[in-house]
C-alpha cells in the first residue's frame, strides 16, 4: 500500500504538476494517496456542510471555519497565471539566443542583424552595395531577431498587465526595448541589458493608460535607459529612421545622424 502523504510539501515537483494537468487517471493514482484533510484543503471542503474555498485557496484552520482562506503554495493562481508564468520563462530561455544574434564575437552589435531585423529594411533589396555592408543571406538572421524580441515583448506585456496590449502600443514597446542600426554601440547594449531585466523581474516599465489599456512607461523607459548611459529615441532619430524608410544609405545616414549627435554633446 502507499505511503499516505499529509502535505503538499510530501509531494514531489511531478507529482504537483500531475494534479495541475494531468490526465484524469492520472490524478486519481495520485489522489488515493492523499490523506483526507489533505484531500479537503485541496477541493476547499472544510467539512459537510460548510462549503468551498476559492480554487487554489485552503482554510487556514481545517478545523475552523471562521479562521479564513489562505492560497495554496506551490500551486499556481488561475490557468491563465500558469500560462503567462510559462510564457516568460519561454522567453527567458530565447535570451542567450537573443544576444548571439545581437552581438558579434567581439562584443560589438551586429549591425547588419539589427538592421535586417527592424522595419527601415522593410522594401529595401537586400544586397552588399544598397546597404553599405555585407548581407549575406538575406536577412534570415534578423527576422529571427526580430521574432524572438517579439516572443519577450508578448510575455513582458501580458505577465505585467494581464491583458494584450493595443496594436499601436505594442509597436512602440517593440520600438522602445529592439535596438536597430541606428543606436549606438552603448544604447544596444542598455536596450538588451533592460530588456533582460524587465523578462526576469528586477525592472518594472509597464503602466495603464487612462483608458484602463496596458502600455509601456514611456518616461520611465527613457529615464532608465539615459541612467544606464544610453541614448532614447529622440526627434534626430526619428527624422534619420525615416530618411531610411524613404529610400536613403542606411549607412550614410548612421554616420550623418553620429555626427549631429556629436555637435551637441
Known sequence: MAQQVNTLQDLSDQDLQTLMSGTTQQKSAIMRTLSTPLLQELSGQAGPGEGKVPSGFRRK?????????????????TPEKAAKIQQVQTAV???PQIEGLLFDPDGSPNRTNLFTGSDLSVGIPFTDTDVGFPIGVPGSEGRELRSLYEVGIQAITRSETGAAMAESELE???TRF????????????????????????????????????PRLDEQKF?????????QPLDALQR????????????????????RLRAQTR
Open 93 to 95: 530561455e530565447t535570451l
Open 222 to 230: 527613457d529615464s532608465e535607459l539615459k541612467r544606464r548611459g544610453g
Open 172 to 174: 512602440n514597446t517593440r
Open 178 to 213: 529592439q535596438p536597430n542600426l541606428l543606436d549606438s554601440e552603448e544604447t544596444v547594449k542598455r536596450k538588451f541589458e533592460m530588456f533582460k531585466d524587465t523578462l526576469q523581474g528586477s525592472l518594472k516599465l509597464m503602466t495603464t493608460g487612462a483608458d484602463g489599456q
Open 239 to 258: 527624422e534619420a529612421e525615416e530618411a531610411i524608410r524613404q529610400g536613403a544609405d542606411p549607412q550614410a545616414v548612421k554616420e550623418e545622424l553620429e
Open 61 to 77: 484552520d481545517i478545523a475552523d471555519p471562521t479562521a479564513g482562506v489562505e492560497r495554496i503554495p506551490g500551486i499556481p493562481e
